[in-house]
Protein backbone atom coordinates (compact mmCIF):
# COMPACT_ATOMS: atom_id res chain seq x y z
CA UNK A 1 0.00 0.00 0.00
CA UNK A 2 3.10 2.35 0.43
CA UNK A 3 2.37 3.58 -3.58
CA UNK A 4 -0.92 4.86 -2.10
CA UNK A 5 1.46 7.64 0.02
CA UNK A 6 3.74 8.23 -2.46
CA UNK A 7 4.56 12.08 -2.85
CA UNK A 8 4.54 14.21 -6.10
CA UNK A 9 6.85 16.92 -5.67
CA UNK A 10 6.75 19.65 -8.03
CA UNK A 11 9.74 21.50 -6.39
CA UNK A 12 11.31 21.44 -2.96
CA UNK A 13 8.24 24.41 -1.91
CA UNK A 14 5.99 22.03 -2.22
CA UNK A 15 4.56 17.81 -2.04
CA UNK A 16 1.38 16.33 -2.30
CA UNK A 17 0.04 12.85 -1.85
CA UNK A 18 -2.10 11.01 -3.80
CA UNK A 19 -5.17 10.48 -1.36
CA UNK A 20 -4.53 14.83 -0.50
CA UNK A 21 -4.90 14.62 -4.83
CA UNK A 22 -7.77 12.30 -5.01
CA UNK A 23 -9.85 14.41 -2.16
CA UNK A 24 -9.56 17.79 -3.44
CA UNK A 25 -10.34 16.26 -7.02
CA UNK A 26 -13.24 14.57 -5.91
CA UNK A 27 -14.68 17.79 -4.48
CA UNK A 28 -14.26 19.52 -7.28
CA UNK A 29 -15.29 16.98 -9.99
CA UNK A 30 -18.29 16.64 -7.55
CA UNK A 31 -19.21 20.50 -7.82
CA UNK A 32 -18.31 20.72 -11.02
CA UNK A 33 -20.82 17.77 -12.23
CA UNK A 34 -23.82 19.13 -10.05
CA UNK A 35 -23.68 22.51 -11.67
CA UNK A 36 -23.20 20.96 -14.96
CA UNK A 37 -26.47 18.72 -14.02
CA UNK A 38 -28.30 21.80 -12.72
CA UNK A 39 -28.48 19.81 -9.67
CA UNK A 40 -27.49 21.84 -6.77
CA UNK A 41 -31.24 22.50 -5.02
CA UNK A 42 -29.25 21.94 -1.55
CA UNK A 43 -27.10 24.81 -2.45
CA UNK A 44 -29.95 26.90 -3.59
CA UNK A 45 -31.62 26.65 -0.26
CA UNK A 46 -28.53 27.48 1.32
CA UNK A 47 -27.19 30.41 -0.75
CA UNK A 48 -30.97 31.89 -0.31
CA UNK A 49 -30.52 31.42 4.18
CA UNK A 50 -28.31 34.87 3.21
CA UNK A 51 -30.48 36.52 0.96
CA UNK A 52 -33.31 35.68 2.70
CA UNK A 53 -32.09 37.11 5.80
CA UNK A 54 -30.68 40.51 4.14
CA UNK A 55 -34.21 40.60 3.36
CA UNK A 56 -36.50 39.23 6.87
CA UNK A 57 -38.10 36.75 4.62
CA UNK A 58 -38.82 34.11 6.92
CA UNK A 59 -36.07 31.24 6.62
CA UNK A 60 -38.19 28.26 7.13
CA UNK A 61 -40.89 28.42 4.60
CA UNK A 62 -40.95 26.81 0.87
CA UNK A 63 -40.42 29.05 -2.04
CA UNK A 64 -41.18 26.67 -4.79
CA UNK A 65 -40.03 29.61 -6.96
CA UNK A 66 -35.92 29.49 -5.86
CA UNK A 67 -35.92 25.62 -4.94
CA UNK A 68 -37.27 22.59 -3.62
CA UNK A 69 -37.92 21.41 0.22
CA UNK A 70 -36.98 23.91 3.21
CA UNK A 71 -34.03 25.29 5.21
CA UNK A 72 -32.83 23.63 8.34
CA UNK A 73 -29.93 25.53 9.45
CA UNK A 74 -29.95 27.91 11.96
CA UNK A 75 -29.95 31.82 11.36
CA UNK A 76 -25.87 32.37 12.01
CA UNK A 77 -25.92 29.97 8.72
CA UNK A 78 -26.22 33.12 6.32
CA UNK A 79 -22.85 34.25 7.21
CA UNK A 80 -21.07 31.03 6.94
CA UNK A 81 -22.91 30.66 3.28
CA UNK A 82 -22.69 34.99 2.55
CA UNK A 83 -18.89 34.84 0.62
CA UNK A 84 -20.90 31.91 -1.68
CA UNK A 85 -24.08 33.53 -1.80
CA UNK A 86 -21.97 36.37 -3.50
CA UNK A 87 -20.73 34.58 -6.34
CA UNK A 88 -22.28 33.31 -9.72
CA UNK A 89 -23.83 29.98 -9.17
CA UNK A 90 -21.01 28.33 -11.23
CA UNK A 91 -18.56 29.45 -9.04
CA UNK A 92 -20.32 29.63 -5.96
CA UNK A 93 -20.84 25.62 -6.50
CA UNK A 94 -17.66 24.32 -7.06
CA UNK A 95 -16.03 26.83 -4.51
CA UNK A 96 -18.84 25.27 -1.63
CA UNK A 97 -17.31 22.20 -2.16
CA UNK A 98 -13.97 22.90 -2.22
CA UNK A 99 -14.31 24.76 0.83
CA UNK A 100 -15.66 22.16 2.61
CA UNK A 101 -13.27 19.32 1.79
CA UNK A 102 -10.88 21.64 2.37
CA UNK A 103 -12.19 23.03 6.27
CA UNK A 104 -12.43 18.79 6.95
CA UNK A 105 -8.90 18.32 5.76
CA UNK A 106 -7.34 20.88 7.47
CA UNK A 107 -9.27 19.62 10.96
CA UNK A 108 -8.29 16.21 9.90
CA UNK A 109 -4.46 17.35 9.17
CA UNK A 110 -4.52 19.00 12.60
CA UNK A 111 -4.72 16.07 14.41
CA UNK A 112 -1.73 14.77 16.52
CA UNK A 113 -1.25 11.86 14.32
CA UNK A 114 1.45 10.88 12.22
CA UNK A 115 1.12 11.54 8.10
CA UNK A 116 0.45 8.07 7.18
CA UNK A 117 -2.30 7.50 9.90
CA UNK A 118 -3.74 10.86 8.10
CA UNK A 119 -3.86 9.75 4.91
CA UNK A 120 -5.55 6.59 5.85
CA UNK A 121 -8.08 8.70 7.39
CA UNK A 122 -8.45 10.69 4.31
CA UNK A 123 -9.08 7.64 1.86
CA UNK A 124 -11.13 5.95 4.73
CA UNK A 125 -13.66 8.63 4.41
CA UNK A 126 -12.89 9.76 1.08
CA UNK A 127 -16.49 8.18 -0.64
CA UNK A 128 -18.31 9.87 1.75
CA UNK A 129 -16.97 13.38 1.44
CA UNK A 130 -17.69 12.55 -2.56
CA UNK A 131 -20.88 11.87 -1.48
CA UNK A 132 -21.54 14.64 0.68
CA UNK A 133 -19.96 16.94 -2.27
CA UNK A 134 -22.78 15.68 -4.35
CA UNK A 135 -25.30 16.57 -2.69
CA UNK A 136 -23.45 20.00 -1.92
CA UNK A 137 -24.29 19.53 1.51
CA UNK A 138 -22.86 21.24 4.56
CA UNK A 139 -22.07 18.06 6.70
CA UNK A 140 -18.27 17.92 5.45
CA UNK A 141 -17.36 21.05 7.28
CA UNK A 142 -19.79 20.00 10.47
CA UNK A 143 -17.30 16.97 10.77
CA UNK A 144 -14.40 19.94 10.70
CA UNK A 145 -16.16 21.90 13.79
CA UNK A 146 -15.93 18.94 15.95
CA UNK A 147 -12.43 18.22 15.49
CA UNK A 148 -11.26 21.36 15.42
CA UNK A 149 -13.22 21.97 18.79
CA UNK A 150 -11.23 18.87 20.20
CA UNK A 151 -8.05 19.85 19.06
CA UNK A 152 -8.16 23.47 20.01
CA UNK A 153 -8.76 22.04 23.47
CA UNK A 154 -6.03 20.10 23.19
CA UNK A 155 -3.90 23.18 22.38
CA UNK A 156 -5.59 24.61 25.59
CA UNK A 157 -7.26 27.27 23.24
CA UNK A 158 -10.45 26.88 24.85
CA UNK A 159 -11.60 30.04 23.82
CA UNK A 160 -11.67 28.77 19.83
CA UNK A 161 -12.74 25.27 21.01
CA UNK A 162 -15.51 26.92 22.52
CA UNK A 163 -16.68 29.25 19.87
CA UNK A 164 -16.77 26.00 17.05
CA UNK A 165 -19.26 24.12 19.18
CA UNK A 166 -20.82 27.41 19.86
CA UNK A 167 -20.96 27.73 15.48
CA UNK A 168 -22.12 24.04 15.48
CA UNK A 169 -24.91 24.06 17.36
CA UNK A 170 -26.30 27.01 16.33
CA UNK A 171 -26.13 25.90 12.87
CA UNK A 172 -26.72 22.36 12.69
CA UNK A 173 -27.26 21.29 16.67
CA UNK A 174 -24.47 18.44 15.70
CA UNK A 175 -22.22 20.42 17.27
CA UNK A 176 -23.25 20.61 20.89
CA UNK A 177 -22.16 16.91 21.08
CA UNK A 178 -18.05 18.24 21.24
CA UNK A 179 -19.14 19.49 24.66
CA UNK A 180 -17.93 16.59 26.24
CA UNK A 181 -14.50 17.62 25.39
CA UNK A 182 -15.27 20.23 27.78
CA UNK A 183 -14.15 17.48 30.36
CA UNK A 184 -10.38 17.48 29.23
CA UNK A 185 -9.92 20.76 29.39
CA UNK A 186 -7.00 21.89 31.65
CA UNK A 187 -9.67 25.20 32.00
CA UNK A 188 -13.23 24.37 32.45
CA UNK A 189 -14.25 27.43 34.15
CA UNK A 190 -12.96 29.36 31.49
CA UNK A 191 -14.54 27.08 29.26
CA UNK A 192 -17.89 27.10 30.32
CA UNK A 193 -17.61 30.98 30.22
CA UNK A 194 -16.17 31.22 26.87
CA UNK A 195 -18.99 28.62 25.64
CA UNK A 196 -21.97 31.43 26.87
CA UNK A 197 -19.86 33.60 25.52
CA UNK A 198 -20.02 32.85 22.11
CA UNK A 199 -23.78 31.16 21.84
CA UNK A 200 -24.68 35.10 22.89
CA UNK A 201 -22.28 36.76 20.35
CA UNK A 202 -23.07 34.24 17.73
CA UNK A 203 -26.79 34.06 18.39
CA UNK A 204 -26.93 37.81 17.95
CA UNK A 205 -24.32 37.94 14.95
CA UNK A 206 -26.78 37.48 11.90
CA UNK A 207 -28.57 40.71 13.30
CA UNK A 208 -25.70 42.65 12.04
CA UNK A 209 -27.44 42.06 8.59
CA UNK A 210 -31.07 41.93 9.19
CA UNK A 211 -32.34 43.03 12.86
CA UNK A 212 -32.94 41.86 16.25
CA UNK A 213 -37.04 41.17 15.90
CA UNK A 214 -36.45 39.21 13.06
CA UNK A 215 -33.15 36.77 14.32
CA UNK A 216 -34.90 36.34 17.64
CA UNK A 217 -38.37 35.07 15.26
CA UNK A 218 -36.12 33.06 13.08
CA UNK A 219 -34.95 30.91 16.33
CA UNK A 220 -38.27 30.35 16.84
CA UNK A 221 -39.46 29.30 13.56
CA UNK A 222 -36.05 27.50 13.95
CA UNK A 223 -37.39 25.46 16.67
CA UNK A 224 -40.65 25.02 15.03
CA UNK A 225 -39.20 23.35 11.77
CA UNK A 226 -36.30 21.00 13.81
CA UNK A 227 -39.72 19.32 15.23
CA UNK A 228 -41.66 19.05 12.52
CA UNK A 229 -38.83 17.38 10.43
CA UNK A 230 -38.81 15.12 13.13
CA UNK A 231 -42.05 13.93 12.93
CA UNK A 232 -41.62 13.98 9.09
CA UNK A 233 -37.99 12.22 9.40
CA UNK A 234 -40.00 9.76 11.45
CA UNK A 235 -43.20 8.24 9.84
CA UNK A 236 -41.96 7.10 6.69
CA UNK A 237 -41.06 3.54 6.72
CA UNK A 238 -40.73 3.04 3.05
CA UNK A 239 -37.21 3.18 1.02
CA UNK A 240 -38.56 6.18 -0.35
CA UNK A 241 -37.63 8.17 2.88
CA UNK A 242 -34.04 9.73 2.25
CA UNK A 243 -33.73 10.18 6.49
CA UNK A 244 -33.80 8.40 9.30
CA UNK A 245 -30.67 6.38 7.81
CA UNK A 246 -29.88 5.41 11.67
CA UNK A 247 -30.00 3.30 14.52
CA UNK A 248 -33.52 4.40 15.72
CA UNK A 249 -34.47 4.04 11.85
CA UNK A 250 -33.01 0.38 11.33
CA UNK A 251 -35.56 -0.63 13.96
CA UNK A 252 -38.52 1.58 12.24
CA UNK A 253 -37.91 0.16 9.18
CA UNK A 254 -37.36 -3.88 10.12
CA UNK A 255 -40.36 -4.01 12.71
CA UNK A 256 -42.21 -1.53 10.03
CA UNK A 257 -43.69 0.59 13.10
CA UNK A 258 -43.89 4.08 13.69
CA UNK A 259 -44.85 3.93 17.33
CA UNK A 260 -40.85 3.16 18.13
CA UNK A 261 -39.93 6.32 19.72
CA UNK A 262 -36.01 7.60 19.34
CA UNK A 263 -35.71 8.06 23.34
CA UNK A 264 -35.87 4.17 23.75
CA UNK A 265 -32.20 3.82 22.13
CA UNK A 266 -30.90 7.60 23.34
CA UNK A 267 -31.41 6.61 26.56
CA UNK A 268 -29.50 3.62 26.69
CA UNK A 269 -26.94 5.28 24.22
CA UNK A 270 -25.81 7.82 26.34
CA UNK A 271 -25.45 5.68 29.36
CA UNK A 272 -23.15 3.09 27.68
CA UNK A 273 -21.34 6.42 26.33
CA UNK A 274 -20.91 7.86 30.20
CA UNK A 275 -19.75 4.63 31.67
CA UNK A 276 -16.10 4.92 29.87
CA UNK A 277 -15.88 8.33 31.47
CA UNK A 278 -16.11 7.29 34.94
CA UNK A 279 -12.16 5.88 34.24
CA UNK A 280 -10.75 9.60 35.16
CA UNK A 281 -7.31 8.29 35.41
CA UNK A 282 -7.48 7.94 31.57
CA UNK A 283 -8.21 11.33 30.66
CA UNK A 284 -4.35 11.66 30.38
CA UNK A 285 -3.80 9.36 27.37
CA UNK A 286 -4.21 10.98 24.25
CA UNK A 287 -5.07 7.68 21.92
CA UNK A 288 -8.03 7.46 24.87
CA UNK A 289 -9.42 11.24 24.65
CA UNK A 290 -9.51 10.36 20.94
CA UNK A 291 -11.59 7.27 20.81
CA UNK A 292 -14.28 10.35 22.33
CA UNK A 293 -13.28 12.24 19.40
CA UNK A 294 -14.07 9.53 17.03
CA UNK A 295 -17.22 8.09 19.46
CA UNK A 296 -18.64 11.89 19.11
CA UNK A 297 -18.15 11.59 15.41
CA UNK A 298 -20.34 8.47 15.12
CA UNK A 299 -22.43 9.08 17.65
CA UNK A 300 -23.81 12.27 16.07
CA UNK A 301 -24.48 10.89 12.77
CA UNK A 302 -26.33 7.13 13.49
CA UNK A 303 -28.13 8.39 16.92
CA UNK A 304 -30.01 11.51 14.62
CA UNK A 305 -33.36 10.41 12.73
CA UNK A 306 -32.24 13.52 10.43
CA UNK A 307 -29.40 11.54 9.10
CA UNK A 308 -29.14 10.59 5.75
CA UNK A 309 -26.53 9.12 3.35
CA UNK A 310 -24.50 12.62 2.74
CA UNK A 311 -24.28 13.10 6.62
CA UNK A 312 -22.16 9.84 6.98
CA UNK A 313 -19.29 12.00 6.22
CA UNK A 314 -19.01 12.55 9.79
CA UNK A 315 -18.94 9.03 11.34
CA UNK A 316 -16.64 7.81 8.70
CA UNK A 317 -14.47 10.20 9.70
CA UNK A 318 -14.66 8.78 13.52
CA UNK A 319 -14.41 5.11 11.94
CA UNK A 320 -10.82 6.41 10.03
CA UNK A 321 -10.14 7.50 13.40
CA UNK A 322 -11.01 4.36 15.50
CA UNK A 323 -8.91 2.22 12.34
CA UNK A 324 -5.71 3.90 12.93
CA UNK A 325 -6.11 3.89 16.60
CA UNK A 326 -5.49 -0.07 16.57
CA UNK A 327 -2.33 -0.71 17.42
CA UNK A 328 -2.50 -4.25 15.81
CA UNK A 329 -4.75 -4.03 12.38
CA UNK A 330 -5.76 -7.87 12.91
CA UNK A 331 -8.21 -10.03 11.06
CA UNK A 332 -11.27 -9.18 12.90
CA UNK A 333 -10.26 -5.34 12.77
CA UNK A 334 -9.69 -5.41 8.92
CA UNK A 335 -12.91 -6.93 8.30
CA UNK A 336 -15.17 -4.60 10.43
CA UNK A 337 -13.20 -1.78 8.22
CA UNK A 338 -14.20 -3.63 5.39
CA UNK A 339 -17.89 -4.21 6.16
CA UNK A 340 -18.28 -0.68 6.82
CA UNK A 341 -16.31 0.53 3.74
CA UNK A 342 -18.86 -1.90 1.56
CA UNK A 343 -22.31 -0.94 3.80
CA UNK A 344 -21.76 2.45 4.31
CA UNK A 345 -19.51 4.42 1.77
CA UNK A 346 -19.86 2.10 -0.91
CA UNK A 347 -23.73 0.79 -0.90
CA UNK A 348 -24.90 3.97 -2.09
CA UNK A 349 -22.97 4.48 -5.17
CA UNK A 350 -23.28 2.80 -8.39
CA UNK A 351 -20.96 0.17 -7.66
CA UNK A 352 -24.28 -1.14 -6.13
CA UNK A 353 -27.09 -2.69 -7.99
CA UNK A 354 -30.14 -0.38 -7.70
CA UNK A 355 -32.01 -2.86 -6.25
CA UNK A 356 -29.84 -3.72 -3.74
CA UNK A 357 -29.70 0.22 -2.53
CA UNK A 358 -33.53 0.87 -2.64
CA UNK A 359 -35.21 -2.23 -1.39
CA UNK A 360 -32.21 -3.42 1.00
CA UNK A 361 -29.61 -0.85 2.25
CA UNK A 362 -32.39 1.99 2.29
CA UNK A 363 -35.41 0.21 2.83
CA UNK A 364 -33.77 -0.81 6.57
CA UNK A 365 -30.95 1.82 7.17
CA UNK A 366 -28.31 -0.78 6.50
CA UNK A 367 -25.85 2.18 6.43
CA UNK A 368 -25.75 2.84 10.26
CA UNK A 369 -25.38 -0.70 10.88
CA UNK A 370 -21.65 -0.56 10.28
CA UNK A 371 -21.25 2.31 12.25
CA UNK A 372 -22.78 0.74 15.12
CA UNK A 373 -20.61 -2.14 15.41
CA UNK A 374 -17.62 0.48 15.32
CA UNK A 375 -19.30 2.93 18.11
CA UNK A 376 -19.82 -0.46 20.01
CA UNK A 377 -16.44 -1.06 20.06
CA UNK A 378 -14.79 1.59 21.01
CA UNK A 379 -16.88 2.26 24.03
CA UNK A 380 -15.78 -1.74 24.87
CA UNK A 381 -11.58 -0.28 24.26
CA UNK A 382 -12.54 3.27 26.08
CA UNK A 383 -14.20 1.19 28.76
CA UNK A 384 -11.30 -1.36 29.18
CA UNK A 385 -8.32 -0.66 26.67
CA UNK A 386 -4.83 0.33 27.82
CA UNK A 387 -3.40 2.94 25.45
CA UNK A 388 -0.03 3.15 24.52
CA UNK A 389 0.20 7.33 23.10
CA UNK A 390 3.69 6.76 21.38
CA UNK A 391 2.43 3.96 18.65
CA UNK A 392 -0.09 5.91 17.53
CA UNK A 393 0.43 9.34 17.63
CA UNK A 394 2.86 11.63 15.36
Known sequence: MNFLFAEFKGSKKWSISLPVLLWFALAFIAGLAEYLHQSFNNYLIFKQVFWHTLEQKNLYLGYPSEY???????????????????????????????ANAAVLWLAIKKLPLSQQNFLIILLISVVDMMTASHNVQFNTMTAAFVIFAFVLVEEERDIWATFFIALGFLTKLYGIAAIVFFLFSKHQVKFVGYLIMWMILLFCLPMVISSPAFIIQSYADWYQALSDKVVQNTSGLSASNMQDISVMGMIRRTFQTTTFKDIYVLIPAVAIFGLP????????????RMRYLALVLIAVVIFSNSAESATY???????????????KKTAWVNAVLVLTIVLTSLSTTDLFPQYVKVHLIRAYALKALPCLIVWLLLIKEAAAGKFDDHKICA
Request: glycine residues 6%; proline residues 5%.
Open 277 to 288: LLRTSQYKSLCY
Open 68 to 98: FDVNHYGPVFSLIIAPFALLPDALGVICWTL
Open 313 to 327: VIAMVGVGIWYVLQE
